[in-house]
């Protein structure tokens, strides 16, 4: 027998019809770790594929992607990245921070890994070293721990006057200790008091801003954190209802409403994700790329904002700041 009819038959009797397995090896698939929602993540899931296309590669044209999202409950992660190690995926992207990369990382051991995560992954044993991760994972490291006293710097200059500064918290989140130290450590050198809020679901985050205007702080910085991120609205109606002024990472916190924002840009480190999916799934190796780091980052104020506060920013923020909303 030829071995051509050998394999067709092969194929047949194991229930993998031959155009079957052709159509997958043509189509690569991509699975997609999200720990947040669809819907308030929808333009870092753009900046993503726009990332893939500069690579090459148009979903449903030429790859497919598979879903799975945590919806904001962290302990779904590793169930779903098992999920997706066992459907066999060629890559896995993890988009749930800390959280998510160390689920997807325990998931697989063989197939890529494509993290964006906040923290440091040397630390967090997600990588050996950021020149040469020397495993199945690369990505983009967000930095968001070592910004940290970054933003407590600008709410001291903001408020001079503030002795108390909150820090808010989702627990469920891998990496919040790393942050709480980090500020712990920053709020000294300032000689301010840190108190810690946390919020791990929609209703604690009504009592955390209850309890900073229990405890009169003067202004509260907002962890990174998918669930704060699907909460941006909320965040702000909050922050505005009980006048306690609010820093986060993001600019999207500030363009829809809240008071400033300072760190790196966000679609711009999906978009990258995306550029580094594309190159794995053309070949290259996650132990031969450097983990990106961000090398430039955003100021945003939004004086309408700052108004409704009562508060009046300095011309020293000002100046530097990228972005000013009236």
């Known amino acids: 027998m030829e071995r051509r009819a050998f394999i067709v038959m092969a194929l047949a009797a194991v229930g993998w019809p031959l155009a079957l397995r052709a159509q997958q090896k043509a189509m690569p698939v991509?699975?997609?770790?999200?720990?947040?929602?669809?819907?308030?993540?929808?333009?870092?899931?753009?900046?993503?594929?726009?990332?893939?296309?500069?690579?090459?590669?148009?979903?449903?044209q030429n790859v497919t992607i598979e879903y799975r999202s945590a919806e904001n409950n962290y302990d779904r992660l590793p169930a779903l990245a098992a999920n997706l190690a066992q459907r066999r995926v060629d890559v896995i992207v993890s988009t749930g921070g800390m959280t998510g990369a160390l689920a997807a990382k325990h998931a697989s051991s063989t197939i890529p890994i494509v993290f964006i995560a906040g923290d440091d992954p040397?630390?967090?044993?997600?990588?050996?070293?950021?020149?040469?991760?020397?495993?199945?994972?690369?990505?983009v490291s967000m930095l968001s721990v070592e910004l940290m006293g970054k933003r407590l710097e600008l709410l001291s200059d903001l408020l001079p006057q503030a002795k108390v500064i909150a820090l808010l918290v989702n627990p469920n989140n891998a990496g919040h200790e790393p942050v709480r130290l980090a500020l712990q450590e920053a709020a000294r050198a300032k000689g301010v008091q840190l108190d810690v809020v946390k919020a791990s679901a929609e209703t604690e985050i009504d009592a955390a801003f209850a309890a900073l205007s229990r405890l009169?702080?003067?202004?509260?910085?907002?962890?990174?954190?998918?669930?704060?991120?699907?909460?941006?609205?909320?965040?702000?109606?909050?922050?505005?209802?009980?006048?306690?002024?609010?820093?986060?990472?993001?600019?999207?916190?500030?363009?829809?409403?809240?008071?400033?924002?300072?760190?790196?840009?966000?679609t711009a480190a999906y978009r990258q994700a995306g550029?580094?999916?594309?190159?794995?799934?053309?070949?290259?190796?996650?132990a031969d790329l450097p983990v990106e780091q961000p090398t430039t980052f955003e100021l945003v104020v939004n004086l309408k904002t700052a108004q409704a506060l009562g508060l009046t920013i300095p011309p020293s923020i000002l100046a530097r700041a990228d972005e000013v909303i009236e």
């Open 122 to 139: 040397v630390e967090r044993g997600l990588i050996a070293s950021l020149a040469r991760p020397s495993g199945n994972l690369i990505g």
């Open 275 to 286: 550029i580094y999916t594309g190159k794995i799934l053309k070949g290259a190796k996650p």
């Open 216 to 266: 009169q702080v003067g202004a509260v910085i907002i962890s990174t954190d998918p669930l704060f991120d699907s909460r941006r609205e909320q965040l702000i109606r909050l922050a505005t209802h009980h006048a306690v002024p609010a820093i986060s990472e993001s600019r999207e916190f500030a363009a829809a409403g809240g008071l400033i924002s300072y760190g790196p840009s966000f």
């Open 30 to 60: 991509i699975g997609y770790l999200s720990g947040g929602s669809p819907g308030p993540s929808a333009p870092f899931l753009t900046a993503f594929l726009q990332g893939l296309g500069d690579a090459g590669y148009i979903e449903g």
